[in-house]
């Protein structure tokens, strides 16, 4: 069982305030799914890290890389904002260059620093809730970039500068 304080916001939690945290996602791309405690009472869980960026690694070329800690933290601050039992819907995590490329030249709204390249981001889906509450929980964690995009039904998450966009 884990213990899962109510917050008025997620600065507390993103402070450490939470004893136990926990991501619960499905990957959308590879049909993978991820329940793990990866920090427990101030200190980071070395093998869930690792679990982690597998887990958000480019499916299209099965490479990895190290998923920013911080993106980690605002994503189950929001999934604990949302109080929802559903895990999330991973559509996008770390992104190669080669990959980020390819997106590039399909679509406009990819950007050519993206912070998925740094392993900075994530764009997350939950069908228990809409893009506005997810949008709304994440902001409220004043800890990075914050996107919404409701025709395509996801919101983007990263550890950047603490900014919003989109509708």
Same mark, same amino acid.
């Given at each position: 069982?884990?213990?899962?304080?109510?917050?008025?916001?997620?600065? #507390?939690?993103?402070? #450490?305030?939470?004893?136990?945290?926990?991501?619960?996602?499905?990957?959308?791309? /590879?049909?993978?799914?991820?329940?793990?405690?990866?920090?427990?009472?101030?200190?980071?869980?070395?093998?869930?890290? %690792?679990?982690?960026?597998?887990?958000?690694?480019?499916?299209?070329?099965?490479?990895? %890389?190290?998923?920013?800690?911080? /993106?980690?933290?605002?994503?189950?601050?929001?999934?604990?904002? &949302?109080?929802?039992?559903?895990?999330?819907?991973?559509?996008?995590?770390?992104?190669?260059?080669?990959?980020?490329?390819?997106?590039?030249?399909?679509?406009? #709204? &990819?950007?050519?620093?993206?912070?998925?390249? %740094?392993?900075?981001?994530?764009?997350?889906?939950?069908?228990?809730?809409? &893009?506005?509450?997810?949008?709304?929980?994440?902001?409220?964690?004043?800890?990075?970039?914050? #996107?919404?995009?409701?025709?395509?039904?996801?919101?983007?998450?990263?550890?950047?500068?603490?900014?919003?966009?989109?509708?």
């Amino acid at each position: 069982m884990v213990a899962a304080p109510t917050y008025s916001n997620a600065a #507390g939690f993103l402070r #450490g305030a939470g004893d136990i945290r926990r991501v619960k996602m499905h990957n959308a791309r /590879t049909g993978e799914s991820m329940d793990t405690i990866y920090w427990i009472e101030g200190r980071y869980v070395r093998d869930a890290l %690792k679990e982690i960026n597998f887990f958000f690694r480019d499916w299209r070329r099965n490479e990895v %890389k190290q998923i920013d800690n911080r /993106t980690v933290d605002i994503i189950a601050a929001t999934h604990n904002l &949302v109080d929802a039992s559903e895990p999330f819907m991973l559509l996008s995590g770390y992104r190669s260059p080669a990959t980020n490329a390819m997106l590039r030249r399909r679509s406009g #709204g &990819v950007a050519r620093n993206s912070l998925h390249l %740094k392993g900075q981001a994530a764009d997350l889906r939950l069908s228990s809730r809409s &893009v506005s509450q997810v949008a709304r929980a994440a902001a409220s964690c004043g800890a990075g970039g914050v #996107g919404r995009y409701s025709g395509s039904n996801f919101v983007h998450v990263d550890c950047g500068v603490v900014r919003t966009w989109g509708r």
